[in-house]
């Protein structure tokens, strides 16, 4: 049922800072070692979404020959990690930036322009908001739907669009894992290009589902900025390397207002090969595909259970009945993290995020939410 704009007026306007920020973050398996008594080298992370393969065995090999040059300053223009990401797109370097991984960009976005209201969806990941806070920018929550899948309404999101100036969204999104379509997200630009609102679309793991991506569209707009990383896909979470597509008087209004060297040499010499590796690229493809597919299957074959399909490397699962508390702590004695979604604004306690990793590694967590999951 379609909205009136009465409704939606209330819909948009009364989620306006309804409740606190919560920034909380998988991927901890050193706080997860000491609380479970486990080695940390002995845990499976599925609260992370990080590739299972790990880096390429060409960016490995960069970042080691990058240590004999770590008594140099890092290059501050970042001059041919910016070109590797330009022909890596076919567009300008003028038109990408980098930075300390894409949750640096971030923060970044609302310091240089300085909005006084910030749209974000809910459930989506906790650093917009907290973002738009520390920049003085006020919240405005844009609740998603459970009964629709989480799904983002363009012509409702373009009602949201008034009064704001600039608005985020995660593309697929995190947590649910919901795309939105090249389509439908090329008319949520055009919508906020009327309102005269800056909209950033973060592409973290839309390398999973490249086809949907809108980074060449960015360039040609004015109001219209994609956010990329090496963390989720390239799996290089440790070396902190992300960067911005837009056009380029965007690009060089976010470069004048960024702080130097704030990306390393090994840093950018692994990004730079983690590009050209095609083979580890097209392997991570296929084993996320086929096992995305495989875990999804398995978990909709536990009682009580319910799953949300989604385009990135990892799975959205409500528990019906389960105590997921419960859930977590018996995992977590067993080695095995999954990401409690109760801190992400939309969800509660019921909603768990697992990561799609290896087949062996998936059984095992199967087995394990089987003997958690059924009396």
Known sequence: MERTDKELDT????????????????????QAARQY?????????????????????????AAKRALSFIDRYPDPEMTEL???????FGIKPEQVMCGNGS??????????????????PSPTYSEYAAAAEDAGSGVVFFPLKERDGFRVDPVEMAFA???????????????????????????????ALQHEVRLVVDEAFMDFVASESIVKEAVQATNLICLRGFTKFFGMPGLRTGYAVSDEATIAALREGQEPWTVSIP????????????????????????????????LRLLPGVETLPGSANFILV??????????????GSRGMLVRDCSSFPGLDDRYIRIAVRTRRENNR??????????P
């Open 11 to 30: 819909f948009v306007n009364s989620s306006e800072n309804p409740q606190r920020i919560h920034r909380v973050h998988g991927g901890n398996i050193y």
């Open 37 to 61: 008594g486990v080695e940390a080298d002995r845990i499976i992370d599925f609260s992370s979404n990080v590739n299972p393969l790990g880096p390429s065995s060409l960016a490995t090999r």
């Open 82 to 88: 910016r070109r590797a990401i330009a022909r890596y």
């Open 103 to 120: 949750n640096g960009l971030v923060h970044l976005l609302p310091r240089v322009f300085r909005p006084k209201k910030t749209l974000i």
């Open 161 to 191: 669009f008034k009064g704001v100036e600039m608005a985020f969204l995660c593309n697929p999104n995190n947590p649910t894992g919901q795309l939105i379509p090249k389509a439908e997200m090329l008319e949520i630009a055009r919508y």
């Open 267 to 298: 840093a950018e010499l692994a990004a730079i090969a983690a590009l050209n590796d095609w083979g580890h690229i097209k392997k991570t493809l296929r084993l996320i595909e086929k096992e995305r597919g495989s875990l999804l299957s398995a």
């Open 318 to 331: 409500k528990f019906i009945t389960a105590d997921t508390h419960s859930l977590r702590a018996k995992l």
């Open 365 to 374: 967590l199967v087995r394990a939410l089987r003997e958690v999951v059924l």
